[in-house]
């Protein structure tokens, strides 16, 4: 008879972990419409002089960063939207 209780317990807990809650659905949070905007085009040097050339070159880095990152935003954005979980 304890044995029979026993197995009665262990299989009343296993079915009713089976049928725990529903899984919540994830609410999508689209991605910023300025992620998905291009890059903009590098500046050219005003002239071939070191001072011109070194301006311009600054501005082309600060470009290529502010770009690196709004990239780097939307396929962060890419990766947390609910199709790739």
């Known amino acids: 008879?304890?044995?029979?209780?026993t197995s009665m317990?262990?299989?009343?807990m296993l079915t009713a972990c089976a049928s725990g809650?529903?899984?919540?659905?994830?609410?999508?949070r689209p991605c910023a419409?300025?992620?998905?905007t291009d890059c903009p085009v590098p500046p050219?040097?005003?002239s071939g002089h070191l001072a011109d050339l070194l301006q311009n070159?600054?501005?082309?880095m600060e470009l290529y960063?502010?770009?690196?990152?709004?990239?780097h935003k939307l396929a962060e954005c890419?990766?947390?939207?609910?199709?790739?979980r």
């Open 21 to 28: 809650m529903q899984p919540i659905p994830v609410q999508s």
């Open 1 to 5: 008879m304890k044995r029979f209780l």
């Open 65 to 71: 960063t502010q770009c690196r990152d709004q990239l």
């Open 57 to 60: 070159h600054i501005e082309a």
């Open 44 to 46: 050219k040097a005003a």
């Open 33 to 36: 419409a300025n992620l998905t």
């Open 78 to 84: 890419a990766n947390d939207s609910p199709i790739n």
């Open 9 to 12: 317990i262990a299989a009343l």
